[in-house]
């Protein structure tokens, strides 16, 4: 059994990057940058206004008020680009050029027209270089403003867009077969019989690899049959970069996967990791190099080892430049128990206190089936093993969901 570090370290090894392949940027956000952006002109490109106002010489107004004569307007997309003289005003506008001869911008609430508009009065001298945004002042050429494997963002899109990516470069989507195991499921458009239940597995591990990136195929329901087990899984083998199973990587009877994964002369990496809750699990790669991760049935280990192994490796694939979930501090509102000899990631609630603290409380649970209290946990709070447990107040790390 190997700690849960060591087997995101393994995943890490074993995950390739997938092909690269150019998106337009429309369809750019959340994919994963393949190449460093560089801006291909300074910014801003020129000397701007930052509010509508007089262009001035700071010295022409050091006796305010003064009247200066308007020799021309500088708007956005239509600057005014002569020489302005000594005793000279420009009319300008939020974002527009600041034309030459010109040091300061006074906002027009503090000026007045007079003359039927051929001059200005200023009525509070400005200081040297007030509302000026100089020219390469946030970005100069050539500079690289984005790096290869961060996720685009939506704010990003505007930095994309201002530097003429119109086309971006990134590894495409994995591709992601869905398989769940187990001769209790029926479909979730079925009523359940006596001792059967819906199946759940499938749709939430879909809908966490779409979060990460992923196309989804869910597969046919297995059964307990490892014939057809094994069948899906040479189907799936054949179109997709990962595939994902739930249920039967235990120890039980009816627990083939293992058994299916050796006749199908899969290399095994790990199969036990020291983790509550999901401790067996499975990570293997197929013979034609697909990766496939064997999840535990029971749906909170489910969305667990999802989270910290399966997701690792979708992003791994796509460059991300750090692949695992980020953990952070926080304060416990909750008291939590640990493990002996495994770590412990619980489900929690995780959010900013008044005084600007992480804070983390932990949910009321009744264990790894308990789905309908995962369903609110917006984290996983992270207990080491040996610890038996962590009182109210104390400082733990934590990981956030995807949301």
């Excluded at 996720?151 to 992601?176: C, D, E, H, T």
């Excluded at 195929?217 to 069948?231: A, E, F, H, N």
Aim: net charge neutral; no cysteine; hydrophobic share 45%.
């Amino acid at each position: 059994m190997i700690t849960v570090d060591e087997a995101i370290l393994t995943i890490k090894e074993q995950t390739k990057p997938l092909s690269l392949e150019f998106v337009d940027l429309e369809n750019a956000l959340g994919r994963f940058l393949a190449e460093d952006v560089v801006a291909d002109s300074d910014l801003p490109p020129f000397d701007r206004s930052q509010m509508d106002g007089y262009a001035v010489r700071a010295a022409d107004t050091q006796d305010a008020p003064v009247q200066l004569y308007i020799a021309g307007e500088s708007v956005a997309g239509a600057g005014w680009h002569n020489e302005m003289l000594t005793g000279q005003a420009v009319r300008i506008m939020t974002g527009a050029p600041v034309p030459k001869g010109a040091d300061a911008v006074q906002q027009v609430e503090l000026t007045r027209e007079l003359d039927g508009g051929s001059t200005v009065e200023i009525q509070r001298s400005p200081d040297l270089g007030k509302s000026i945004v100089r020219r390469a002042s946030e970005i100069r050429a050539g500079e690289t403003v984005l790096q290869s494997g961060e996720q685009i963002n939506a704010s990003m899109m505007a930095v994309l867009a201002a530097f003429g990516y119109a086309q971006v470069s990134v590894r495409r989507k994995p591709r992601v077969a869905v398989i769940a195991t187990g001769g209790e499921l029926v479909s979730v458009s079925q009523k359940p019989g006596t001792d059967q239940i819906r199946d759940s597995n499938n749709y939430s591990i879909g809908a966490y690899a779409t979060l990460a990136g992923a196309i989804v195929k869910l597969m046919p329901l297995t059964g307990d049959s490892p014939t057809l087990l094994k069948r899906q899984i040479s189907a799936a083998s054949k179109n997709s970069d990962v595939i994902i199973t739930s249920g039967g990587v235990s120890m039980g009877r009816f627990d083939f996967t293992k058994t299916v994964l050796n006749e199908l002369d899969a290399k095994i990496f790990f199969e036990r990791v020291a983790l509550r809750p999901g401790k067996p699990i499975v990570f293997a790669q197929l013979p034609n190099g697909v990766l496939l991760f064997g999840l535990p049935g029971n749906p909170v280990s489910v969305s667990v080892t999802f989270n910290l192994f399966a997701r690792t490796s979708l992003w791994a694939m796509q460059g991300a430049h750090e692949s695992a979930l980020a953990e952070e501090w926080a304060i416990l509102e909750r008291t939590v128990k640990g493990s002996v000899d495994r770590e412990s990631y619980l489900p929690g609630r995780i959010r900013t206190g008044e005084a600007g603290h992480m804070l983390a409380k932990a949910l009321n649970w009744g264990g790894s089936s308990d789905f309908v209290a995962f369903a609110r946990a917006n984290g996983l709070i992270k207990v080491p093993p040996g610890v038996a447990r962590l009182e109210i107040g104390s400082t733990v790390r934590v990981l956030r969901l995807p949301s």
